[in-house]
T-cell receptor, first 118, second 113 residues
Framework: AQSVTQLGSHVSVSEGALVLLRCNYSSSVPPYLFWYVQYPNQGLQLLLKYTSAATLVKGINGFEAEFKKSETSFHLTKPSAHMSDAAEYFCAVTTKGAGGTSYGKLTFGQGTILTVHP | SAVISQKPSRDICQRGTSLTIQCQVDSQVTMMFWYRQQPGQSLTLIATANQGSEATYESGFVIDKFPISRPNLTFSTLTVSNLSPEDSSIYLC??????????FGPGTRLLVL
């Protein structure tokens, strides 16, 4: 079984401040981890992913996340927030499928709404 | 990454009717998925659509309510049948990419009156 917990359903930062969105996962086998962003009235866009290569993953729009196995965490950060970062962010976990038509099931966290103040 | 489009982008339907949502991918993919996002909630997987076989439904979702077609490797449809206000949600399709990565469409926003 796998699960994701996002700490904080709402995070508010000032423009130019550090963004930190927290994600902890539970998985009985090595996980693959993802961050998606959903802008108002849009679908989900992949920000970045961890698939067992480098533990520090860089994504689009200046975001990055670090996989910490000992802490079962995959927190999302951005050094300087921009107004355009205001959106809802989802952390998701899956595991490697058995191959063929078996594909890892994606489990989502509850989401964190990021508000950026001028 | 795959580019995914959905039709319609939004709709308002009367209870008791049905809505069919189309999902088109710009490349051939083995697996496609359908999700529901209820207001203020996260995403819940409805079913996995494989070409050439019946869809695999998650617990709590049944084929009679959510029939799915997958006629080829770039296209799928989800029908939400016998609509009730509780079906008001965003419905998203996704396509399977490499290493268990899924790419999502823009979603279909359904309001049932």
């Amino acid at each position: 079984a796998q699960s994701v917990t996002q700490l904080g359903s709402h995070v508010s930062v000032s423009e130019g401040a550090l963004v930190l969105l927290r994600c902890n996962y539970s998985s009985s086998v090595p996980p693959y981890l993802f961050w998606y962003v959903q802008y108002p009235n849009q679908g989900l866009q992949l920000l970045l992913k961890y698939t067992s290569a480098a533990t520090l993953v860089k994504g689009i729009n200046g975001f990055e996340a670090e996989f910490k196995k000992s802490e079962t965490s995959f927190h999302l950060t951005k050094p300087s927030a921009h107004m355009s970062d205001a959106a809802e962010y989802f952390c998701a976990v899956t595991t490697k499928g058995a191959g063929g038509t078996s594909y890892g099931k994606l489990t989502f966290g509850q989401g964190t709404i990021l508000t950026v103040h001028p | 990454s795959a580019v995914i489009s959905q039709k319609p982008s939004r709709d308002i339907c009367q209870r008791g009717t049905s809505l069919t949502i189309q999902c088109q991918v710009d490349s051939q993919v083995t697996m496609m998925f359908w999700y529901r996002q209820q207001p203020g909630q996260s995403l819940t997987l409805i079913a996995t659509a494989n070409q050439g076989s019946e869809a695999t439904y998650e617990s709590g979702f049944v084929i009679d309510k959510f029939p799915i077609s997958r006629p080829n490797l770039t296209f799928s449809t989800l029908t939400v049948s016998n609509l009730s206000p509780e079906d008001s949600s965003i419905y998203l399709c996704s396509a399977a990419g490499p290493i268990e990565t899924q790419y999502f469409g823009p979603g279909t926003r359904l309001l049932v009156l």
